[in-house]
């Protein structure tokens, strides 16, 4: 089955800085990649997503890039803010499937 | 902003009792899932329902779990006899499920701790 690993486990960057969190999975038949965003005690929240028939996808500061040879999928958070420290989720789903395969989580801190 | 709404926020429960985690999931939503998530640890899918049926399930999901649709609008997790490893926060999720849309929204998760 589909399993995916991201890294790193943690991240701690200056505020104003740029973060990258990476994932890698193992099904070629991944077709949608999420990432979701969970604060302490709250539920996981979807930030932006991308589909295998795209290689970037960008929303304002945030944006995630899909190399479907290599199998990865990148977030990128540009001009980081402290309300960005959040525990980061990638995710892959194999077309037809229904489960959502998730990483295994990046915390983010901002330092101010 | 229509959500995923979940109650208990917190069940606390005895090793061997059944509890029955409730979910409320969008309204025009189609698919409906449950996943769990233990303390630190990562998201993990437990079962997928669809049209009134399982769709897909995990290998976490044996006899102990089941789910139901009882009316229109509510999604419920059964475990029957609960033990210690049970103890996690569960997520009910739903996805509107039509064209090629496969977004999932999920609940704020109820806390289980099984004592």
């Known amino acids: 089955g589909e399993n995916v690993e991201q890294h790193p486990s943690t991240l701690s960057v200056q505020e104003g800085d740029s973060a990258v969190i990476k994932c890698t999975y193992s099904?070629?038949?991944?077709?949608?990649f999420p990432w979701y965003k969970q604060e302490l005690g709250k539920r996981p929240q979807l930030i932006i997503d991308i589909r295998s028939n795209v290689g970037e996808k960008k929303d304002q500061r945030i944006a995630v890039t899909l190399n479907k040879t290599a199998k990865h999928f990148s977030l990128h958070i540009t001009e980081t803010q402290p309300e960005d420290s959040a525990v980061y989720f990638c995710?892959?789903?194999?077309?037809?499937?229904?489960?959502?395969?998730f990483g295994q989580g990046t915390r983010l801190t901002i330092n101010p | 902003e229509p959500e995923v709404t979940q109650t208990p926020s917190h069940q606390v429960t005895q090793m061997g009792q059944e509890v029955i985690l409730r979910c409320v999931p969008i309204s025009n939503h189609l698919y409906f899932y449950w996943y769990r998530q233990i303390l630190g640890q990562k998201v993990e899918f437990l079962v997928s329902f669809y049209n009134n049926e399982i769709s897909e399930k995990s290998e976490i999901f044996d006899d102990q779990f089941s789910v139901e649709r009882p009316d229109g609008s509510n999604f419920t997790l059964k475990i029957r006899s609960t033990k210690l490893e049970d103890s996690a926060m569960y997520f009910c999720a739903s996805m509107w499920g039509q064209g090629f849309l496969d977004e999932q929204y999920f609940g704020p998760g109820t806390r289980l701790t099984v004592t």
């Open positions: 995710a892959a789903k194999i077309q037809g499937a229904q489960k959502l395969v």
């Open positions: 099904d070629s038949a991944s077709n949608y």
